[in-house]
């Protein structure tokens, strides 16, 4: 069987607890992505995903553990790699045409500065920015500079696009455009993607598989749900599709009753499950208003 695009084994992240011993926030963290996958991961506030994120872009370090992309592994930061945090990191002396054309030029140092130019604002396009390419980030509201901030990421074209939820800081109904935003950009380049995030809603649009993770300390990636909702999504009309609203209590039924408890196969690989299929059922199957409330108190 050939090598998956990105493998992760056995990763671990040991703390300090402050107290003279050890805080494991998750140990032995195994899973795999093949590319062209978009991924989420969901857990509970601290469990580690933004450590785990951070150690994938090679801006952290895994206690134990590694992390092997397109057969070499990850000891830093790389051009492969591309990072969306979850507070816009723009270059504010700069205008939104050139804090892409900074990033562009660093990745194809070779191209003509017309082609460079040709590539920014297309990216700029695809998330509706094109009548705002000489304003500075200060110009710009919330909603505006995460789009150009996902713009740069996808422009550099990296072989794995790491989001930690970038929508995070943002009100509903920019978040709302902007996930139709990303779909679209996503339908178009099929690139991988790594996203955290805290919103069911959100995972389930993206996603081709959602991580859950337990809760920590000594967390783990429990579970792998399969997404079984056909692209290219919208979010207008997703919950048309039954196997949304089965996949969707699966998520919440883990996030309120399992996630204390859950544990990944033997082996240390995520449980692989598949809710829209309709064999499993959440232990608990929660009503439709117990979902609801669920879903809010995850989101908030
Ligand atoms: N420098 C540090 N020293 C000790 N503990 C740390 C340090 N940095 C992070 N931690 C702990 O590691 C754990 C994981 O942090 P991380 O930011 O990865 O969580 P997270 O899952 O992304 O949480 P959130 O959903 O709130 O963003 C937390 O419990 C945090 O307290
Ligand atoms: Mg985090």
């Known amino acids: 069987m050939s090598k998956p695009f990105l493998q992760v084994d056995g990763l671990s992240k040991v703390y300090p607890d402050g107290q003279g011993g050890d805080l494991t926030v998750f140990e032995d963290v195994r899973f795999a992505l093949e590319k062209g996958e ?57 205008t939104t045409l050139n804090n892409i054309v900074f990033a562009v030029r660093a990745r194809w140092p070779k191209w003509s500065k017309e082609q460079v130019r040709e590539h920014s604002e297309r990216y700029l396009k695809m998330v509706g920015l094109d009548h705002a390419l000489n304003r500075k980030p200060s110009q710009l509201s919330g909603g505006m500079r995460q789009r150009v901030s996902i713009a740069r990421a996808f422009a550099t074209q990296p072989e794995l696009l790491l989001l930690d939820e970038p929508f995070g800081a943002l009100d509903a109904l920019t978040r709302g455009v902007i996930q139709d935003e990303l779909v679209k950009i996503w339908e178009e380049t099929r690139q991988t993607v790594f996203m955290i995030t805290h919103d069911v809603d959100e995972a389930i649009l993206l996603s081709d598989r959602i991580f859950l993770m337990s809760n920590g300390p000594n967390a783990r990636i429990a579970e792998s749900v399969k997404v079984d909702i056909p692209h290219p999504r919208a979010r207008a009309t997703i919950f048309q599709n039954p196997a949304y609203h089965r996949t969707r209590d699966y998520l919440v039924d883990f996030l309120v009753n399992r996630s204390g408890s859950a544990l990944p196969e033997k082996d240390g690989s995520p449980k692989f499950v598949e809710p829209a299929s309709g064999d499993v059922t959440p232990a608990s199957g929660p009503s439709e208003s117990k979902a609801e409330s669920a879903a809010r108190a995850v989101n908030a």
């Open 38 to 94: 978009f991924v989420c991961i969901i857990g509970h506030s601290g469990c580690g995903k933004s450590t785990i994120l951070n150690v994938l872009a090679g801006l952290d370090e895994a206690s134990s553990g590694n992390v092997v992309m397109s057969g070499k592994e990850v000891k830093g930061p790389g051009l492969e790699r591309g990072v969306v945090f979850q507070n816009y990191s723009l270059l504010p002396w700069k």
